[in-house]
């Protein structure tokens, strides 16, 4: 009680002392304690790294520029084109205690390519205006911005004992649960020569070693395993029991039915794609996974978790303008999928560790006929017709890695003819094919897809000073499937994808040239197959995605067959080798940079019979091949300054393909199969087989001219030769330049 007197004693008279004090004496008591004011702060430290408040990100500037001086139809509205880009990406955290932490991601990106405020703001390639290659047009893909960052989220971390969790809001949240549920795959090469727009902070000798010298092959920005949604997303990753559970509730990017393209959100696609469009789904993805860690299997500490993921579409789809899913009867319908699989991880021994995954998928569908009425206003509206089930399609995924002689990673799938997955690793984000009865070449061991079953085993022996991969993979389909076959442009196909400005390239459900602005700016493309609805597009011709370009083909057995466009089926095979090759020799020559010399090669087909190993298109009963191969000799000039040689070559062949052909077109006109394939008086389908070459060529440097900023120049010399469609060759130069900041 005395002490309590005292202090208010001691206040009142501070107080009062205070008051008698004029405003100069006030203002130098308080300027001498402002010494103190950085003790009196740092006493709002959490904990001894920690900081209350933390602002990181990264400023990023782009110059790309394309230059096809020998151009195909394709080029017609790119012949050159050049797009600089900038963005400004800020991470925020706010930690008020040890128990909690707040964060926001700030993607702001922004283009130099101007805009018009009249009338020729909808459509600028009008009138006095036209210019197809200067002047931006409708679907201006420029706009559609350069980053994957995780754009306009917020989300808050609670840590609290034995409980944590972490809620996420926003455009863009990157997330995985089971391989069959909602993964990504990567299994492609990421080279040096490709400066991804993702890339992590790091100096410019470590960005080599981990993209050439010694590459990642597992994890990270480059092979993660997560897919990007716009939601909802609950993270319960501390229970009680080794508990962890996760929520999310999403809408149906990539996988829509009653939007006109079906990927108006574009989920996997760079960053504030996302966020590109209306939030006008008649649909939600909902996802839930719980799974228990340090379950004793074999005498070792494993993980099982149970996931589920449903895509739940609202009736009111039907009545989309462009709603095209109708039975024969032409009476709409609605299908909802789901998958669940229970998944088991974990190291069974300290070199052993083994990931399994078994699901099963199955659709409700509901189907609807108009109703008969006098009434105008009534004429299109549908009632309840008919709902069901369908039997469940079974799915399993096995990894299998182990390290007690060289490293070896064993990966086998089986999947039914009928199991679908929309976020699963059977469907990658970046190039969806939905229910498409395809196959692929290199199917398997660079992508999944239903109605396949097969096994991969890669090799990597440990070199001391250098690498030596080698993997194998064979798969077939397990049903006979429509002869629908898919190849991708590997070498050249991402630098012709960036350098198209059709809108489509980022739509798969379209030919990714049917964007352009001119409507005879499109390659010659290979005959397909009929399509039913617009997730069932088999059209043949280019493909898009996100930095991917393919191209779909049917092999016909004659031209009066492909006139038909009725695609045969079989069950076919695919057989595929891959070496990647490596060493440094700097040593040789007495200097202590590294020079690094590495090589990439894959060989792939597709046949209708068991080929184990695809040497040749000219083998029996081959439908497509390829073999890309892919050289970076890369040198350490100095520690802050590295440089690379690109040099490539890609050959596709396939013997059986066809292309349509107008009569006036004043084109060559195969004779034997002008009368058999005659169509409608107008058209002809004439024989066109695949022998397709591109070569590259060209040189990078990397430079960090200060300690958390770097300068990153490429440039490539491209051909594209196409010898029975010789309309469709070309060749390019493609430069970029990027220059990218941390703080």
């Known amino acids: ?307 589920y993921l449903g895509v739940d579409f609202e009736n009111s789809a039907i009545y989309e303008p462009e709603y095209s899913f109708k039975d024969a009867d032409g009476n709409a319908y609605v299908v909802d999928n789901h998958v669940a699989s229970i998944d088991i991880k974990g190291n069974l021994t300290p070199k052993f560790y083994l990931m399994m995954d078994l699901a099963l998928s199955w659709d409700d569908s509901t189907k609807f006929k108009e109703i008969e009425s006098d009434e105008i206003y009534a004429k299109n509206e549908k009632e309840y017709y008919s709902s069901g089930s369908s039997s469940p399609a079974f799915g399993l995924y096995i990894k299998a890695q182990d390290k007690h002689w060289e490293p070896i990673t064993v990966e086998a799938v089986y999947l039914t003819p009928d199991f679908y997955s929309p976020f699963g690793m059977t469907d990658p984000s970046r190039y969806r094919t939905w229910r498409q009865d395809k196959f692929y070449v290199g199917a398997g061991t660079f992508r999944y897809g239903p109605n396949m079953v097969g096994a991969n085993i890669k090799v990597e022996p440990q ?22 076959i898919d190849f991708k442009y590997n070498l050249n196909g991402r630098a012709m994808w960036e350098s198209s400005n059709s809108w489509t390239k980022f739509k798969t459900l379209y030919t990714a040239d049917s964007g352009n602005g001119n409507d005879k700016a499109r390659n010659v493309a290979r005959v397909g197959a009929k399509s039913t609805n617009k997730l069932n597009n088999l059209e043949g011709g280019l493909r898009g995605g996100t930095w991917e370009l393919w191209e779909g083909f049917v092999p016909y057995n004659s031209a009066e067959e492909a006139a038909t466009e009725d695609a045969p089926q079989h069950v076919k095979w695919n057989a595929s080798l891959v070496l990647d090759a490596g060493y440094e020799v700097g040593h040789f020559f007495g200097i202590q940079r590294n020079i690094m010399m590495s090589v990439y090669t894959a060989l792939s087909g597709v046949s209708t019979s068991f080929t184990p190993l695809a040497y040749s298109a000219n083998q029996k009963d081959m439908l497509a091949w390829d073999l890309f191969i892919q050289s970076e000799p890369a040198v350490a000039i100095t520690p802050t300054v590295h440089g690379l040689l690109i040099l490539g070559l890609e050959k596709i062949c396939a013997p059986n393909a066809y292309v349509i052909r107008t009569v006036n077109s004043g084109l060559p006109v195969t004779g034997s199969a002008y009368p058999a394939a005659y169509k409608n008086g107008a058209f002809v389908y004439e024989e066109a087989p695949i022998n397709i070459t591109q070569t590259a060529l060209g040189f990078g440097l990397d430079w960090d001219f200060t300690p958390r900023a770097g300068l990153h120049f490429r440039y490539k010399w491209m051909t594209n030769s196409d010898e029975f469609l010789p309309e469709n060759d070309w060749k390019g130069h493609y430069f970029a330049v990027e220059t990218k900041m941390w703080f």
């Not at 092959?217 to 949604?229: D, I, L």
């Not at 070199?463 to 629908?484: N, P, S």
């Open 1 to 307: 009680m005395h002490k309590r007197i005292s202090c208010l004693a001691l206040g009142l008279l501070a107080a009062a002392s205070w008051a008698v004090e004029t405003p100069e004496e006030q203002l130098e008591r308080v300027d001498a304690r402002m010494d103190s004011l950085a003790e009196y702060a740092a006493s709002t430290v959490v904990g001894k790294d920690d900081r209350p408040v933390a602002i990181s990100g990264d400023m990023t500037i782009r110059l790309k520029h394309f230059d096809y001086y020998e151009s195909s139809d394709l080029q017609m509205n790119d012949r050159q084109r050049t797009l600089i880009q900038s963005a400004l990406n800020v991470g925020i955290v706010v930690s008020p205690s040890s128990f909690l932490t707040v964060f926001s991601n700030l993607y702001l990106p922004f283009d130099f390519s101007g805009y018009f405020e009249n009338s020729n703001a909808t459509a600028p390639n009008s009138g006095e205006f036209n210019h197809a290659q200067r002047v931006p047009f409708d679907h201006w893909t420029d706009y559609y911005g350069i980053s994957t960052n995780e754009n306009m989220l917020a989300g808050i971390d609670v840590r609290a004992g034995g409980f944590g969790a972490t809620f996420q809001a926003g455009g863009v949240i990157w997330a995985n649960s089971s391989p069959l549920t909602m993964w990504e795959r990567e299994t492609m090469a990421r080279f040096a020569s490709q400066y991804e727009t993702f890339e992590d902070e790091k100096v410019v000798s470590t960005y080599y070693k981990e993209k050439n010298f010694h590459p990642v092959k597992e994890g990270g920005r480059a092979f993660w395993t997560n897919r990007s949604f716009g939601g909802l997303f609950l993270d319960v990753h501390t229970l009680p029991y080794n508990l962890k559970a996760q929520f999310m509730l999403s809408q149906p990017m990539d996988a829509d039915i009653a939007t006109r393209d079906g990927t108006r959100m574009l989920g996997g696609q760079p960053g504030e794609l996302e966020m590109t469009g209306t939030y006008d789904f008649d649909g939600m993805v909902y996802h839930g996974r719980i799974a228990k860690e340090k379950i004793e299997i074999a005498g070792a500490d494993m993980t099982v978790g149970a996931n």
């Open 463 to 484: 070199i001391e000073l250098g690498r030596f991969d080698v993997q194998y993979g064979i798969h077939r389909q397990i049903e006979k499937g429509d002869d629908m």
